[in-house]
């Protein structure tokens, strides 16, 4: 459960489905310096773009209450998501942060820890769980998935490189490297290609092609009954924020349980999602 697991990278799988690039293949390199020297500002913008988009965020479908874990990214804690689990809580869900620090990687803690976590959230909660990760959030998300299918409805990654096959393609590579010597042994943590194989649980990648972090091409994967893209608009760290986004999340939470529905936004919001259809 790690954005960086032996030898520096994460993923190994072909991206595909909509959105991939020509031949499905991620490029080599990672984003540009201005998608990437800009993250900050965007994200900003992202945050100052919220109070117009309130009316029709609060139009968007409620819950049914069942439980919520949201994981953070790189670096990042449950502060990073707060805005985000306030709203979905707002919604009717219960949610829950991850409750342990900064997220500098797979360690021991984060490796024991989680799994109790989503069991605990799901026995207060009576049934399987939805987790929301956010960047390296989303691999955790995926992997808790993989091991403990019962225990989650659905997993939704949020600019997550699962299928990230080469250092070059993430810029947050040296930051993650710092914190390695942290981490649990290599044994304890899966493969490239096992991160990069599809869950057993329906899941959504929701990824921009404005991402100045990770080559969004490394956070899609082949579309299946299970499985859906989506794109949005937003910087790697607008992802807790952007309005588009939030409602995404909003309308697959809402999913009856058991059930796979296509993301079909409302037309009047189309134009915030990239080739929806």
Do not use: K
């Not at 489905?17 to 031949?23: E, L, M, P």
């Not at 042994?185 to 921009?208: E, F, G, M, N, W």
């Amino acid at each position: 459960m790690t954005q960086s697991v032996r030898g520096a990278t994460v993923g190994g799988g072909e991206a595909g489905g909509r959105g991939a690039g020509a031949g499905g293949r991620p490029p080599m390199t990672g984003p540009s310096a201005r998608l990437y020297l800009t993250e900050p500002a965007r994200g900003l913008l992202d945050l100052a773009a919220l109070p117009l988009a309130a009316g029709w965020l609060a139009s968007a479908p409620r819950g049914d209450g069942h439980g919520v874990l949201v994981l953070p990214g790189l670096l990042a804690s449950d502060m990073s998501t707060g805005l985000l689990r306030r709203y979905v809580r707002w919604l009717g869900y219960d949610v829950h942060g991850w409750q342990l620090g900064r997220n500098v990687g797979p360690t021991s803690t984060v490796l024991d820890e989680l799994p109790r976590a989503l069991a605990d959230l799901a026995a207060s909660s009576g049934g399987p769980v939805s987790i929301i990760g956010w960047s390296l959030g989303g691999i955790y998300a995926r992997e808790l998935a993989r091991d403990h299918p019962e225990l989650v409805r659905q997993a939704i990654t949020l600019g997550s490189p699962f299928a990230l096959t080469d250092p070059r393609q993430s810029r947050a590579q040296g930051t993650y490297q710092r914190s390695s010597h942290r981490h649990a042994a290599a044994a304890r943590l899966p493969t490239r290609d096992q991160l990069a194989r599809p869950i057993d649980v329906p899941s959504t990648a929701v990824y921009s092609r404005q991402d100045g972090i990770v080559s969004w091409q490394t956070c899609i994967e082949q579309e299946t009954a299970l499985h859906e893209n989506v794109e949005v608009r937003c910087g790697h760290l607008g992802f807790g924020v952007d309005p588009a986004t939030l409602w995404l999340i909003a309308d697959r939470l809402a999913v009856p349980s058991g059930e796979r529905r296509p993301f079909r936004p409302p037309a009047l919001l189309r134009a915030l999602y990239p080739g929806s259809r």
